[in-house]
């Protein structure tokens, strides 16, 4: 406790998301503060950060159903249930968006879609009502509907940060000086950095090739071909 204690109250404040103009301290600085830190919560930080933030690039040659399956294990090596919480927050909404996306693709079969979450098995009973039935449950989901709505990605992916800086931000609070409390402090300050570094050409290329490659995983391109000829 009296690490971080010591660990926590070096850490500089981050403001708001939307009123981050530029990063407190930058990443060198941040991991010579963590070395303070154990081998077995550096090695935890590190799983976290990667479970939370994954390498797009590794999971492009997957299947939705072999990216879930691995992301579900490396998460059971996650001790903090917590944490294992935030993780999967995160992917919930993830899992929702790709939900919205692949329906709006043209998946008919819900048995062709995988997710992670809470929400999954009411998702796929109710694939063709608008909200999944899950206007009750899930107050995300209209703002990420309005979102995709107007096609602008730049905009779909600030939504999701402002849900995720928020329920980091909650944890955060409620676990004072503890090992929760900064990594949800270094969750964060990812998530500022990358807002920061936010590109909105980038962000419309990776949109459309996440929808490109979402067709050829479900082999709706080949349907959707074939329903124009």
Not at 2 to 28: G, K, N, V
Not at 67 to 90: C, E, G, K, P, T
Not at 176 to 195: D, I, N, Q, Y
């Amino acid at each position: 406790m009296s690490d971080y204690y010591t660990l926590i109250t070096a850490l500089p404040w981050l403001p708001d998301l939307e009123q981050c103009q530029q990063m407190p301290l930058s990443r060198i600085a941040l991991d010579q503060r963590l070395t303070m830190l154990s081998d077995v919560d550096r090695q935890q930080l590190a799983l976290i950060e990667c479970l939370y933030y994954p390498d797009e690039k590794r999971l492009r040659g997957l299947t939705d159903k072999e990216v879930v399956y691995q992301w579900a294990n490396q998460l059971d090596q996650v001790n903090s249930d917590v944490l294992r919480q935030r993780i999967l927050f995160h992917f919930e909404l993830r899992t929702l968006l790709a939900a919205l996306r692949s329906r709006a693709a043209g998946m008919e079969n819900s048995a062709l879609f995988y997710g992670v979450g809470r929400w999954l098995p009411r998702i796929r009973r109710h694939w063709f009502e608008p909200g999944f039935g899950l206007e009750d449950v899930c107050p995300q989901l209209q703002p990420l509907q309005r979102a995709l709505a107007k096609e602008d990605a730049m905009l779909v992916e600030q939504t999701l940060n402002q849900w995720l800086w928020q329920d980091l931000a909650l944890c955060e609070k409620q676990n004072g000086f503890s090992f929760e409390a900064l990594a949800c402090f270094v969750l964060r300050w990812s998530l500022a950095e990358r807002h920061l570094n936010y590109d909105a050409e980038t962000a419309f290329t990776e949109f459309n090739r996440a929808n490109l490659q979402l067709l050829k995983i479900t082999g709706l391109e080949q349907q959707l071909a074939q329903g124009e000829a």
